[in-house]
């Protein structure tokens, strides 16, 4: 492509700029996917299939598209229980004992997952692999 004004440069730059936004987005889906399979195949959970919709994508902003794991409000589907695997809880507590039980008893916690930093590790090559492909197809 040969420019030869100031509009064609804006027009070609505006162009490759929706091209790289478009990357950006499908590349964010294919991270989302990796992180939920993460999130599902782990080695101290099991049974979190129901609850894999919990790690989702924000909007895109500026061309950037953010990764989470706080799920949404819906009675039958508890996704908003993702952010508690993904990044663990305190130690809980009884206060009151049960019983003749002089300590308060521990309730246990959940050890963080980690699926969100684990999936993105890797996502500046597979972001870089779709937009080279978007500006090759373009």
């Known amino acids: 492509m040969n420019i030869y004004t100031t509009e064609q440069f804006e027009k070609a730059t505006l162009e490759q700029l929706d091209k790289i936004d478009k990357a950006l987005v499908a590349a964010a889906y294919k991270i989302k996917e990796n992180a939920q399979n993460l999130f599902v195949n782990n080695t101290k959970y099991k049974n979190l299939d129901r609850i894999r919709d919990g790690i989702m994508l924000g909007r895109l902003q500026n061309s950037q598209i953010k990764l989470h794991a706080f799920g949404y409000?819906?009675?039958?589907?508890?996704?908003?229980?993702?952010?508690?695997?993904?990044?663990?809880?305190?130690?809980?507590?009884?206060?009151?004992?049960?019983?003749?039980?002089?300590?308060?008893?521990?309730?246990?916690?959940?050890?963080?997952?980690?699926?969100?930093?684990?999936?993105?590790?890797?996502?500046g090559t597979i972001l870089d692999n779709y937009i080279k492909r978007a500006l090759d197809n373009g």
């Open 73 to 123: 409000n819906d009675p039958e589907k508890h996704t908003y229980k993702a952010r508690f695997f993904v990044g663990g809880t305190q130690i809980r507590v009884n206060k009151k004992p049960i019983g003749k039980h002089k300590k308060p008893l521990t309730k246990g916690r959940i050890e963080p997952l980690d699926t969100i930093d684990k999936a993105t590790q890797n996502g």
